[in-house]
Structures are given as C-alpha cells and as structure tokens.
C-alpha cells in the first residue's frame, strides 16, 4: 500500500462509520442533485471516492439499478457491504486509487463528495480530469462537493485544495458545462459546521477527447 492508501485504510479501520467529519446519514443535496440530472433509473451511477458513504443506500432505495462505488481503502467498502448485506451484490464494487484506475466502461454520472479537494498538485487534478473523461459518457453528468473557499483548509488531517463551483468548472475544462451550483453548511458529527460547493456538470456531447 502506498501512502495515501495507508492513511485511508487506517481512517476506516480505526474510526466508526459514524465518527468521521464527513459523515451524513442522508445525503439529502447529493440525492437532491442527482434527481435534478434528470437520469432515469436505469443510468449508470459512480459514487467516486464513495468511502463508507450511504449515498448507495438511499440510491438503491430510490430504484436506480446500475451503481458503482470507487474508494482507495478496502476497509471503506467492506463497511458498505456489510451494512448493505446480501443488496451490497447489485452494486459494482471498484477497489482503486482513482488518479491511476483505468474504467472498464462508461458511466451516465460521477459522483465525487470531498474526494477531488484532496488533490492539491496540478498534475493530480489534470490527471483526474483525464479519468473522469475516459469513465463519463458523453453528454454524462458529473456532481462534485468540495470545501468553499471560506471552507475548511484540511480534512481527516490532509491538506485539501478549496474550490468555489467556477474553480471546479474551470479545472475540468471547456468540455464541462455548468449546470446548477449549491452551498452546504455541513455539520459534523462533532457539531462543527464546514460549508462545503457542490457544482453540477455536464460533458458536452461532442469534445475534442471524444
Ligand atoms: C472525505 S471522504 C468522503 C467519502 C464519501 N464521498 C462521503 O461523502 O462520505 C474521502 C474519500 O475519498 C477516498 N479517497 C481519497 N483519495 C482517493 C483516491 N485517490 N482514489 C480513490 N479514493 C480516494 C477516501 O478513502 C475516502 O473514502
């Protein structure tokens, strides 16, 4: 395991899926978010960097049939299985550090909550924005919540690059077009409250990468 792996299994392994910041029983502006891309149930759905997030549960819940979840740390995962149970086997499960996965197939959306603030080199983001666009369909839609700019400058003890939705749209480049942007005062389990932008996209349905 390298670094960044070992600090994510090490979070997962030792901290209940409930103690850590990010924690939200209903991801209610992610739910909010993805029913306003207008997809049908039947989309293919990416929760990137999902972690132990229950955002799959309440998509399940909801009836979309084609989900899956992307994290670095086995540990988040096994999480999510487990508390999903036997639903967990209508869910593709991706074990991979993102900046180096390479999808197997195309994805209607990606969704990405406090992952891609993470990636505080240029080189990281660039190489980020080549994954979203060799797993994003075409005309595809794309949801990413980072800390604002007034947000806070660390998260699980790494540094993060804050973002306002226009920095998000400008690092993804001309392909992505901005469709809906949404502030979020998040408050953590331990009652702290970080406003965090989400920034709804869509990739334009002809673009120079094809
Ligand atoms: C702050 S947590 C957010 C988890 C989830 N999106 C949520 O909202 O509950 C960041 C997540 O990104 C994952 N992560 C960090 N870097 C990653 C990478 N390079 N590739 C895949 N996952 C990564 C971590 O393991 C962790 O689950």
Not at 78 to 92: F, I, Q, S, T, W
Request: glycine share 6%; with cysteine; charged share 25%.
């Amino acid at each position: 395991m390298n670094e960044r792996e070992q600090h994510w299994q090490n979070v997962y392994e030792n901290k209940a899926e409930d103690a850590v910041s990010w924690y939200q029983a209903r991801p209610a502006l992610s739910l909010r978010l993805i029913a306003n891309t207008g997809l049908g149930k039947n989309a293919t759905l990416i929760d990137a960097g999902g972690g132990a997030s229950r955002l799959v549960d309440h998509l399940l819940d909801a009836g979309y049939a084609d989900i899956a979840v992307l994290d670095i740390a086995p540990a988040a995962l096994e999480k999510a299985r487990a508390r999903l149970g036997p639903r967990a086997d209508a869910v593709e499960w991706i074990c991979a550090d993102l900046l180096r996965w390479r999808p197997r197939r195309r994805y209607d959306l990606w969704h990405d909550r406090a992952v891609f603030h993470f990636l505080t080199e240029a080189a990281d983001r660039r190489r980020y924005v080549e994954v979203l666009k060799a797993a994003l369909a075409p005309g595809g839609q794309v949801i990413i919540a980072t800390f604002a700019p007034d947000g806070p400058e660390s998260c699980s003890g790494l540094p993060v690059q804050r973002h306002s939705p226009e920095s998000i749209a400008r690092t993804l480049g001309e392909d992505f077009e901005l469709l809906e942007t949404v502030d979020e005062w998040h408050e953590t389990p331990a009652g702290r409250v970080q406003h965090f932008n989400h920034a709804r996209l869509r990739r334009r349905a002809l673009d120079a990468s094809g």
